[in-house]
């Protein structure tokens, strides 16, 4: 057997690359990240040029590479000043309405061999990369090819210009595909050419009545489509199977898990009037808000039954989610088993210890003499303890002493045993891979329940393709005491004195005993020049500005990623214990910087921010108990994308409003990046929020298919699961 497939048609298509096109070829494509044959058939061009199209020349843009169709209107060269010097050659290109240049450089006799080469056509194609020149966009040295009335080259010509052109003269179609300057879109074409003879005779995996009822084309036909198209119409149905493919494996592989942990049985945790939980209600020093309530009462109805929990629990940072974890992990202690909470970092793995033992005070210490009789031992378990400790954790942990345990992926080793594991939380989800989750779901008797938190807002249309096999519960609200933070953006280049105005409220706010943040996208001035009369805001620049003229008197510091990390560690230390008043800063405040006391930010350049950055950073201030002001600093005009970003921001605090926006704002993009969602999949050609329907219907699909064939009989599911998981893996491990 070769590979992990189960079908021709998948073997078939990971075929590596290098086997068909050689190493040089292969090698430059993989930078493209196109390593398979089915990374290639699935590359799709960007658009189709077409040489019918007459708006192409006037809508260009620096940078693009083109694969043009026009006629040459005017023609001067400009012979060299020495015998041996280089000359040029001028064209005029043009579609009928638009213009563009050509410029051809070299020794006369090379320019009048172009010339007599562009006279001999009435039209040709010609591919290259677009330039500015002069603030008019032109192309050098394009490559071409002239052809007759009938559409023929004229003259010899080379087998990538030939492709390009038969491309061209057959449907008068060209595929422009994402492209790198050592493999430029015409030999991207050409590679696709070839590779669609190998795959011609591919036995389409997909069931022809299932494909017939879709109205997708079959595979070989799709990608045929695709990259010696007919019609643009065929070549968007060719994508959509491709699409439906993806969102399919994607589907089937999440409706498989569901099935597999419905499959498995678990313990069920039913409530219980005395025991810890109750003890650790009673003693709650705030209410819990109805979002904790309804969220603990969706996980406690999971965990009452019989198989396992598959939950997300998403909420943002402070949203309240550690407490409802806590309370789920003790209806577990309750009903005599374990819980464990697993974190992606030994820092934040240390927090959760210190804050659980916190909240549950003498109820976590252990049956140490006074305790609670009901209390449990809460132990922390990372890879960097001493031998000592690790033993003794170890050893609590097996004999069922321990009835909560923290840590890191440390806990996932061999060498752990719980007595009776029962729950699963996990912190930040997407550090961890699906299959070290397996890992510890797998190691019990009965499967443990699993309760997934995450505090990156996740679209519901995000969270339904890539969390698929998850139930989702959010946690919107904020618990009360959260102040609000009133958002407003200053056009500084447009009103200059609400700038002004904004260095005096800083001065209002210090004086009545608060702080104050100035965020810069920069550290020091650089020559990106700023509209205006005003100071370069960057953090250098800015402070010094400041200090010697709005803020004098003001005790101001600075912070940014340049500082000595012990200086770093003094500057914050002093603003939060209220040393200074102002700090001017760049995003390094994003992260876990906590001043109650600090009211008011100021971002400069605040266009400069993506809408989640942008949310992050305000979420620094109003946590104490005074309001927050945030003001978003820009130059823009106000009509700009980034406007809208600032506008939504200062719309709404919701998170999970403004990841819609942001989702929407980009549209495509890496949505499911690491940075983004951590999503544990990615997509290739699916976009969420454009193919939302499609999703659906493949997860109705995937429901029925694997519903109909749960232990996996046919072999096209079977490869469409190993085709997602790898993928999974692979992305996993580039992140990790
Ligand atoms: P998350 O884990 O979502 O970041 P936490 O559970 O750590 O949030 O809660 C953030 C802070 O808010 C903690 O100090 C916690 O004790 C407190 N908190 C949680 N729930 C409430 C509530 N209902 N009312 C008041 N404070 C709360
Ligand atoms: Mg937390």
Partial sequence: MSGPWRTEAFRQLATPLAEVLGAPTSKALAALKLVTVADLMGHLPRRYLSGTETTELGGLEPGEDVALVAKVAEMIAYPAHTPNGRGRLEVKLTDGTGFLRATFFGKDRYTKFWQAQLSKGVKGIFVGKVGAFNYQMQMSHPNFVMLDAQGNIVGRADQAKTSMAHQVSRSGLVGIYPATSKMPTWQIAECADLVLDIVKGIDDPMPAELRSRLGLPQLYEAYRSIHRPDSIEAAERGVDRLKFDEALALQVTMAYRRADAAGHTAAPVLPSDDGLLAAFDQRLPFVLTAGQVEV?????????????????????????????????????????????????????????????RSLLGDLGAGQVLGAPENATEIVLLTGSQGAAQRRAALDAIAGGGAGIVV??????????????????????????????????????????????????????????????????????????????????????????????????????????????????????????????????????????????????????????????????????????????????????????????NASMMVIMDADHFGISQLHQ??????????????????????????????????????????????????????VLGASQAGGRTTLKLLRVLDDAEMLAESREIAEMLVGRDPDKSSDWLADLVTETELRADADFLERS
């Fill in 296 to 356: 603990s009462e969706e996980i406690f109805a999971d965990m009452a039954r019989t198989r396992p929990m598959q939950r997300l629990l998403q909420g943002e940072v402070g949203s309240g989610k550690t407490v409802v974890a806590l309370r789920a992990m003790l209806a577990e202690v309750d009903s005599g088993r374990q819980a464990v909470l697993l974190a992606p970092t030994e820092v934040l793995a240390g927090q959760h210890f210190e804050s659980l």
């Fill in 617 to 670: 950073l305000r979420g620094r201030v109003g946590r104490g108990a005074f309001p927050g002001v945030c003001l978003l600093v820009t130059y823009t005009d106000g009509t700009t994308p980034a406007d809208q970003r600032l506008a939504a921001v200062a719309a709404t605090r919701d998170g999970f409003e403004l990841a819609e926006v942001d989702l929407e704002q980009r549209r495509e993009g890496d």
């Fill in 407 to 596: 840590g890191t992926h440390a806990l996932l080793s061999e060498t752990v045993s719980f007595a009776d594991l029962g729950l699963i939380v996990i912190d930040e989800q997407h550090r961890f891979g699906v299959e070290q989750r397996a890992v510890l779901q797998g190691r019990a008797e009965l499967m443990p329940h699993l309760l997934v938190m995450t505090a990156t807002p996740i679209p519901r249309s995000i969270a339904m393709t890539v969390f698929g096999d998850l139930e989702v519960s959010t946690l919107r609200e904020i618990p009360a005491g959260r102040q609000d933070v009133q958002t407003t953006i200053v056009h500084a280049l447009v009103r200059p004195a609400w700038l002004e105005r904004a260095w005096q409220r800083i001065g209002e706010e210090v004086a009545i005993g608060r702080q104050v943040f100035v965020v810069c996208p920069r550290i020091s001035a650089n020559d990106e020049v700023v509209p205006g009369d005003l100071p370069n805001p960057s953090v250098e620049e800015l402070s010094g500005y400041l200090a010697d003229g709005p803020l004098q008197g003001l005790r101001i510091g600075v912070l940014h990623g340049r500082l000595a990390a012990g200086e770093k560690d003094s500057v914050m230390a002093a603003f939060a214990a209220g040393e200074l008043d102002v700090l001017v800063a760049t995003t390094v405040i994003e992260v876990g910087v906590d001043v109650p």
